[in-house]
């Protein structure tokens, strides 16, 4: 049986031209909901033609596919979905994956990623440095939803403001991470 996959414009909600974000909802038991949610970020960067950034796209692909794996290996099946949005704010890109699974530090998750030798977090990690190395930074957090209460990992980075001549822009401030006034 062939199965007809819908355009990735298709798979997105939001004001992507007027506001520059977009999210993508999946379901936590669905084997396509990885590529469909790669396939929708790529057109988004396409769209707001981010494709002279160095490595952007696919290092987004890289990250869209660890947080969304994420969800569907950890967030369990009492709340089956979750939601991946991309964010495009001045010279900045945002990216967040969404769910009601618990969060990491509720189950001890952080001290079993820190001692190294398990193979719990190494997408997190990952994670982590493609967002500094594109200036950024990465975090979760609570969603604020007291009668469900999920998490929201986010990645924020800032994009450089003119095309680099070489193959690796400038970080402002290095590999230490931005002050904490840069991010909205």
């Known amino acids: 049986m062939t199965t007809t996959r819908a355009p990735a414009n298709q798979l997105v909600q939001g004001p992507v031209h007027a506001q520059r974000w977009a999210s993508v ?13 790669r396939r929708a970020a790529r057109w988004l960067l396409e ?4 494709t002279w950034v160095p490595d952007l796209i696919d290092d987004v692909l890289v990250m869209v596919s660890e947080l969304v794996t994420n969800v569907q290996r950890h967030a369990g099946p009492a709340h089956p979905a979750g939601s991946f949005t991309l964010w495009h704010p001045a010279r900045r890109l945002v990216l967040t994956v969404h769910d009601k699974g618990e969060l990491p530090w509720r189950t001890n998750w952080w001290a079993t990623a820190a001692q190294g030798n398990s193979e719990t977090g190494r997408g997190l990690a990952l994670v982590r440095g493609l967002a500094e190395a594109h200036c950024g930074e990465f975090d979760v957090t609570g969603d604020g939803d007291l009668v469900a209460p999920g998490k929201v990992m986010r990645v924020r980075m800032l994009l450089p403001d003119v095309q680099w001549p070489t193959p690796d822009p400038p970080c402002p401030w290095g590999r230490l991470g931005p002050p904490s006034n840069v991010w909205p």
């Open 25 to 37: 909802g999946f379901r936590l038991d669905d084997e396509a909901a990885v590529p469909e949610c």
């Open 47 to 50: 769209t707001w033609k981010l």
